[in-house]
């Protein structure tokens, strides 16, 4: 099983359900009885290979991240933005919408917070006393975004669309009122440390939940049920590799976007953290090709 490749592994799961209905079909007729017990041989000892327990490795968890994750990422890069371009897409509308009617960020941040953005103060300012809580928290209820972003895709994408367009609308809400308050730099100082982080795991979340979408909506030849927990299961990788990225967002919110750190410094971590998590994601795990030199032989 090691020795098969991701594409592998999973035709062999389609042709091992494939063969479960036709033995289903074939015990039907008494006169492929023999068909029938090869059948059912060969299921067993498929079912031995494929369901065997495994405790699992550090090395195969370091092979996960390093080559399986960003080549899944990849594969479905085209459902993470699309997450990102409806997310994108409500943070516009909600800015502009604040900048022409003041009164709808009141109605949608609701009265305490609108009253510190108006005294130009910044509501982090009280996680600096509280860090290790506050990291904590941050972590907790990123996470918990996330996967309820990625769940949501098994109501045919509406849930997943729904989330991800309510964290446009707040980040363009927060950022268009910030910005009538003279605080855009404070904002966005605050958030370009951890946010470069974490709100590309919430669009690969969203990307996740739009794959399994896509398997429910889009089976093509599978049977939907075969293309849903195909879909779902390259879904939950996407997710699994997001956990990594919104601890260490936490971590940095917690303790480092609301420091007193020079502005400058701030934005050249984020900088770094985003080249460093473009390359991850782009270039790793790519198949190394081996370039075979010409034989100069007459």
Not at 38 to 52: A, K, P, V
């Amino acid at each position: 099983m090691a020795a098969l490749s991701h594409s592998e592994l999973q035709e062999l799961g389609l042709l091992y359900r494939q063969t479960a209905s036709d033995l289903a079909t074939v015990r039907e007729d008494a006169a492929n009885q023999q068909l029938a017990a090869y059948l059912n041989q060969l299921l067993g000892r498929s079912h031995n290979l494929i369901y065997m327990g495994h405790k699992p490795k550090v090395s195969g968890i370091v092979r996960f991240y390093t080559e399986t994750y960003p080549e899944v990422f990849r594969d479905t890069l085209l459902q993470t933005l699309l997450a990102l371009a409806i997310f994108a897409a409500a943070g516009l509308t909600a800015c502009i919408i604040t900048i022409h009617d003041p009164g709808f960020a009141h109605r949608l941040l609701g009265p305490h917070m609108m009253e510190t953005i108006e005294q130009r103060k910044m509501w982090t300012d009280s996680i600096v006393t509280i860090k290790p809580v506050a990291s904590s928290g941050i972590m907790t209820n990123n996470l918990a975004v996330a996967f309820a972003t990625f769940a949501m895709g098994i109501t045919a994408g509406l849930g997943t669309i729904w989330m991800m367009t309510m964290n446009g609308l707040l980040i363009g809400v927060i950022g268009a009122a910030t910005w009538r308050a003279g605080m855009a730099l404070q904002l966005w100082s605050f958030v370009a440390p951890h946010g470069v982080l974490e709100l590309p795991a919430i669009f690969i979340a969203g990307g996740a939940g739009l794959e399994i979408a896509r398997g429910l909506l889009f089976p093509g030849l599978l049977p939907r049920r075969a293309s849903l927990a195909r879909a779902g299961g390259r879904g939950a990788r996407l997710l699994l590799g997001t956990i990594p990225m919104l601890v260490v967002a936490g971590v940095i919110e917690g303790f480092f976007s609301p420091s007193k750190a020079p502005v400058a410094v701030k934005f050249a971590l984020a900088g770094a953290l985003f080249t460093a998590l473009l390359t991850y994601l782009f270039l790793f795990g790519r198949p190394k090709t081996k370039t075979a030199k010409a034989d100069s032989a007459p």
